[in-house]
């Protein structure tokens, strides 16, 4: 029987006495191998992916809704509750769909590298840049107005005036959109590498790992921690 796990290489059958991994198992060994992997800064961009990606988010955000803030002149008047309806959803949105494009990367389930950083720059701008751009001036000019007239805000020059606003300040949206685009693919291109070192390490293919498999010839096992299959 197969002690520890490891990858099935192309074109490599399935050895008898052997099961593959699969679901909550699989990701559980995934998991521990990133944990376990030497050495351990290869594995950051997997590790934190949500770090940069939620500050770019909240960042933008912030940006995007302190330019409302002052169009509607505002000042200092529910600045606390007006961030925080506009941050935390980007934020979290950017964070949590993120996350499923590290899953991906990890299982390595999309061939098309290139098809997995334009998914990932694409939502990054959406939620981080695009998101607040739209639900900043709504939430601004509801704090604008008394509550008895908010639902004005919507009318039709309210709208054209902040449309107009924004096309007379654009830098900060579209840094706000750059920020997160290439914030998005850069990292997801880190998560590629860290991805591919992890899975060429659990396929008993790196170079360091060679000697091991010439001396121990015969035995269909992995030395290193692997993820496909085990007994």
Same mark, same amino acid.
């Given at each position: 029987?197969?002690?520890?796990?490891?990858? *099935?290489?192309?074109?490599?059958? *399935? @050895?008898?006495? %052997?099961?593959?991994? *699969?679901?909550?198992?699989?990701?559980?060994?995934?998991?521990?191998?990133?944990?376990?992997?030497?050495?351990?800064?290869?594995?950051?961009?997997?590790? +934190?992916? /949500?770090? @940069?990606? $939620?500050?770019?988010? $909240? !960042? %933008?955000?912030?940006?995007?809704?302190?330019?409302?803030?002052?169009?509607?002149? *505002?000042?200092?008047? &529910?600045?606390?509750?007006?961030?925080?309806?506009?941050?935390?959803?980007?934020?979290?949105?950017?964070? #949590?769909?993120?996350?499923?494009?590290?899953?991906?990367?990890?299982?390595?389930?999309?061939?098309?590298? !290139?098809?997995? =950083?334009?998914?990932?720059?694409?939502? =990054? &701008?959406?939620?981080?840049?695009? +998101?607040?751009?739209?639900? /900043?001036?709504?939430?601004?000019?509801?704090?604008?107005? @008394?509550?008895?007239?908010?639902?004005?805000?919507?009318?039709?020059?309210?709208?054209?005036?902040?449309?107009?606003?924004?096309?007379?300040?654009?830098?900060?949206? #579209?840094?706000?959109?750059? &920020?997160?685009?290439?914030? $998005?693919?850069?990292?997801?291109?880190?998560?590629?590498? /860290?991805?591919?070192?992890?899975?060429?390490?659990?396929?008993?293919?790196?170079?360091?790992?060679?000697?091991?498999? =010439?001396?121990?010839?015969?035995?269909?096992?992995? =030395?290193?921690?692997?993820?496909?299959?085990? &007994?």
């Amino acid at each position: 029987m197969m002690e520890r796990p490891r990858v *099935l290489r192309p074109g490599e059958k *399935l @050895p008898p006495n %052997c099961r593959l991994l *699969l679901g909550d198992e699989l990701d559980t060994f995934l998991n521990k191998a990133i944990a376990e992997y030497k050495p351990s800064k290869d594995m950051i961009p997997l590790k +934190y992916a /949500a770090i @940069p990606m $939620g500050l770019t988010a $909240g !960042v %933008c955000a912030f940006a995007v809704t302190t330019t409302f803030r002052r169009f509607f002149k *505002l000042g200092s008047f &529910a600045q606390k509750t007006c961030y925080a309806a506009v941050i935390f959803p980007a934020s979290t949105t950017s964070v #949590i769909m993120h996350s499923n494009t590290t899953k991906d990367i990890i299982h390595r389930e999309t061939k098309c590298p !290139v098809c997995v =950083q334009t998914r990932a720059m694409s939502f =990054q &701008a959406l939620f981080g840049a695009l +998101y607040p751009a739209i639900v /900043a001036p709504i939430i601004c000019a509801s704090f604008s107005v @008394p509550r008895a007239l908010a639902p004005s805000f919507l009318l039709k020059e309210n709208v054209i005036a902040i449309l107009r606003h924004m096309q007379k300040k654009p830098k900060v949206y #579209i840094w706000s959109i750059l &920020a997160n685009a290439v914030v $998005g693919g850069v990292w997801t291109h880190l998560e590629q590498n /860290a991805s591919w070192k992890l899975h060429v390490k659990l396929s008993g293919e790196h170079p360091a790992e060679k000697k091991k498999k =010439q001396q121990n010839s015969g035995v269909i096992m992995s =030395q290193d921690n692997g993820t496909s299959f085990t &007994a």
